[in-house]
């Protein structure tokens, strides 16, 4: 039987600020990328989110980002590879801490919005993060985008893997994400994300956004916390891919 993991972005709120619908949503998935304070999150919510999601049997990841809480860390900044470095041994650190109060351990790292994209097309600021990973903890997995540059740095690295996908995400031809600012990069129609997602799973197939058919190996899929209706849905689509024969699991 297929083995798919199920993630989340999850621990975005901050200070006063709420964001998601984190506690329900950890009922669904499991695996948790938990913000590390610098694109959202901060060290209550970080503690709070890794207490329940090791309440609700959900693998703990960190999700490092750019330190940009105004831009959600969506926007793209100049950096190096050494700060590229150093900002995700940080923030990998700091989770590990609350991870270690709670007695549980990290599964995974996976890169927060621009520094994911980043990544995922640039080889000098992947292999910076892989080798955070590696330096940081060489049991940890690598999370990223599938067929990216951050999967080659990661095997360079000699990592454990996971190539991620998105269900409610459309694709560029070269398998790379289509930037938020287009108006074509969401899918929102439920049951076109739902089909997408069952064909890259059993088919290790993608359409892009011309109608061309690009390669796409999951390990594990990704559905969006700050969905409104991101409960809903990923509800439905266990079940849809259960009816295919497929079993949600994390890798731990």
């Known amino acids: 039987m297929t083995t798919i993991d199920l993630n989340c ?20 998935i499991t ?34 980002g750019l330190p940009d809480l105004m831009g959600f860390g969506r926007r793209t900044m100049q950096v190096d590879p050494e700060e590229v470095y150093n900002l995700t041994v940080y923030q990998i ?13 990290m599964q995974h790292v ?14 000098e600021i992947a292999e910076a993060i892989a080798g955070a990973v590696r330096d940081t903890d060489p049991r940890l ?22 190539q991620e996908v998105f269900a409610d995400r459309t694709y560029q031809p070269d398998g790379t994400l289509t930037p938020r600012s287009e ?31 690009i390669r796409m190996h999951a390990d594990t899929i990704c559905v969006h916390g700050d969905n409104p209706e991101a409960l809903k849905f990923t509800r439905h689509l ?7 024969g497929i079993k949600v699991g994390c890798f731990l």
């Not at 650190?93 to 351990?105: P, V």
């Not at 990069?185 to 061309?212: F, L, N, W, Y």
């Open 31 to 64: 695996s948790a990328n938990i913000a590390c304070g610098y694109h959202a999150g901060d060290p209550n919510v970080m503690e709070q989110t890794v207490k329940i999601a090791k309440d609700k049997n959900v693998a703990v990841g960190a999700h490092p």
């Open 183 to 213: 108006e074509n990069a969401m899918i929102h129609d439920p049951e076109e994300a739902i089909t997408q997602v069952k064909r890259m799973v059993t088919e290790g197939t993608c359409s892009a956004v011309d109608g061309s058919t």
């Open 93 to 105: 650190h700091a989770l590990q801490g609350f991870c270690q109060i709670h007695d549980t351990r």
């Open 110 to 123: 996976k890169a927060h919005g621009a520094l994911y994209n980043m990544a995922a097309k640039r080889p």
């Open 238 to 244: 266990k079940e849809e891919l259960k009816a295919e």
């Open 9 to 28: 972005d999850l621990g975005e709120s901050f200070g006063v600020y709420n964001l998601g619908n984190d506690e329900k949503v950890l009922e669904e």
């Open 141 to 162: 997995i690598l999370f990223g985008l599938a067929g990216s540059e951050l999967i080659t740095a990661g095997k360079k690295a000699g990592l454990k893997l996971a």
